[in-house]
T-cell receptor, first 112, second 113 residues
Framework: NAGVTQTPKFQVLKTGQSMTLQCAQD?????MSWYRQDPGMGLRLIHY???????DQGEVPNGYNVSRSTTEDFPLRLLSAAPSQTSVYFC???????????FGAGTRLSVL | KQEVTQIPAALSVPEGENLVLNCSFT??????LQWFRQDPGKGLTSLLL?????REQTSGRLNASLDKSSGRSTLYIAASQPGDSATYLC????????????FGTGTRLQVFP
């Protein structure tokens, strides 16, 4: 039982490049979400999903896309990376939409 | 718009002290409040969850209280240990949107031997 697995752990991109941050959970949780963490600002919700095929926007969705084709996976796509997207990204999952119990270890992204 | 503030931003104490971390929020219409711990370079670990109808929750040496009407929560750590050194985050969910957690910026705690 691996919990929430995020890959890669570190990534450096050039402005304009695209990439996908992977998130997978093996706990059969319906609820999954993506946050970004910036110094002095706390974690902010990017996108979330309450089940396969259902996604919605969080607080800071611009520049990011998500899809949820399976219960296990919730990838986050950066279509055209910008320096403002330099951050640490966390994926989380929960068996209940009112509780977030399990966080991944994070992906540290730098956009040059 | 809900805002969550945590004071102090950083705290350094000797081992054995009892300490209190503070969290305040501007909109009292919350569904629940959650305290997390974050170790450097790691993800978040949920410590305590308090529903809006509850006044406090306890887990081992940790006790979290909630005063919804005044928009405040405190996390009490008894007999602190060096292993308690981490960043502590509080987060709230609004009654009208329980899908979104609004986080504070955290209190960075260092407990020295």
């Amino acid at each position: 039982n691996a919990g929430v697995t995020q890959t890669p752990k570190f990534q450096v991109l050039k402005t304009g490049q695209s990439m996908t941050l992977q998130c997978a959970q093996d706990m059969n949780h319906e609820y999954m979400s993506w946050y970004r963490q910036d110094p002095g600002m706390g974690l902010r919700l990017i996108h979330y999903s309450v089940g396969a095929g259902i996604t919605d926007q969080g607080e800071v969705p611009n520049g990011y896309n998500v899809s949820r084709s399976t219960t296990e996976d919730f990838p986050l796509r950066l279509l055209s990376a910008a320096p403002s997207q330099t951050s640490v990204y966390f994926c989380a999952s929960s068996p209940d939409r009112g509780i977030i119990q399990y966080f991944g270890a994070g992906t540290r992204l730098s956009v040059l | 718009k809900q805002e969550v503030t945590q004071i102090p931003a950083a705290l350094s104490v000797p081992e054995g002290e009892n300490l209190v971390l503070n969290c305040s929020f501007t909109d009292s219409a919350i569904y629940n409040l959650q305290w997390f711990r974050q170790d450097p370079g790691k993800g978040l670990t949920s410590l305590l969850l308090i529903q809006s109808s509850q006044r406090e929750q306890t887990s081992g040496r940790l006790n979290a209280s909630l005063d919804k009407s005044s928009g405040r929560s405190t996390l009490y750590i008894a007999a602190s240990q060096p292993g308690d050194s981490a960043t502590y985050l509080c987060a709230v969910r609004h009654l009208r949107n329980t899908d979104k957690l609004i986080f504070g910026t955290g209190t960075r705690l260092q407990v020295f031997p």
